[in-house]
């Protein structure tokens, strides 16, 4: 077969869309808990829910899509995102941390989801292009990188409930993102690609889904991993306290807000207070 660049464009696309919503959540998901719940401690449980529902999601989701095609899997991952957001600007409005642990767990599904665009480059190119495409659809996540945190910035403030306008911005990204995953033509595998070698069908799509739904897995942790330290070395090698104090400030009840203090060695300090 022949590498198809159109959907390797495609689905480099969908990663970017797909890492835009990831790197916007773990963004704001700190401060979101910390203005939902009282126990302090416990304030970023919506990052452990994304994980948890994107590692148990992916071997359902990946069985799923052998059976329907990675154009219909990719496209109910979008929906289920959008569902998902749903229910966080519900959780916002409500003020309740369960509900949004919940949320971010049913976003994790479209994360599972999304880590199959890997897969799906490799089955649109020939065997020599196969690292090639798979690196340039990882490669599209980079302007997820930027844009998760841009979104989420501009929509903290629409709505009188911090936050309830990035999550909406979230939902309008998955829109986009399922506008373009219509249009992803991934071919199904061929039978000699599908059995391989002498051993039974049903066998070596069992040992091939696991594998893949093993290494998926993994991806999920480390990606949301990743995110969340790469925010945390943001706001603590970049910015000085100084300077946060004034974006974080919010008047709405019971949002976090850093002040800074001097200490007795006459350097800056943040404190969070509410």
Do not use: H
Request: proline share 4%.
């Amino acid at each position: 077969m022949t590498t198809s660049y159109r959907n390797v464009f495609l689905l480099a696309c969908c990663q970017a869309l797909l890492l835009t919503n990831a790197a916007g959540l773990i963004t704001m998901n700190g401060l979101v808990g910390y203005s939902l719940v009282d126990t302090k401690a416990i304030a970023t449980l919506g990052a452990t829910t994304y994980v948890l529902g994107s590692a148990i999601a992916t071997m359902p989701m990946s069985l799923w899509m052998a059976r329907v095609g990675r154009r219909r899997g990719f496209m109910a991952g979008a929906l289920i995102n959008i569902g998902g957001c749903a229910l966080a600007v519900v959780a916002l409005w409500l003020r309740s941390f369960a509900l949004y642990c919940l949320a971010t767990a049913v976003i994790g599904i479209y994360n599972a989801v999304g880590l199959q665009y890997r897969f799906a480059a490799a089955e649109v190119a020939s065997k020599a292009d196969r690292a090639r495409a798979i690196s340039l659809v990882l490669a599209g996540g980079i302007v997820g990188g930027f844009a998760g945190p841009a979104i989420t910035r501009y929509g903290k403030d629409l709505f009188a409930a911090p936050f309830l306008g990035s999550f909406t911005l979230l939902a309008v990204v998955a829109l986009v993102a399922l506008a373009v995953q219509s249009r992803v033509e991934v071919p199904k595998p061929l039978p000699e690609e599908s059995g391989g070698g002498g051993r039974p069908l049903r066998y070596s799509r069992s040992r091939r889904s696991s594998s893949r739904c093993s290494a998926s897995t993994i991806a999920s942790m480390s990606d949301s991993r990743m995110s969340s330290m790469r925010t945390t070395l943001s706001l603590s090698t970049r910015t000085p306290p100084a300077a946060i104090a004034p974006i974080a400030y919010s008047s709405w009840p019971g949002t976090p807000s850093l002040r800074t203090m001097k200490t007795s060695s006459g350097t800056c300090s943040a404190r969070a207070t509410s």
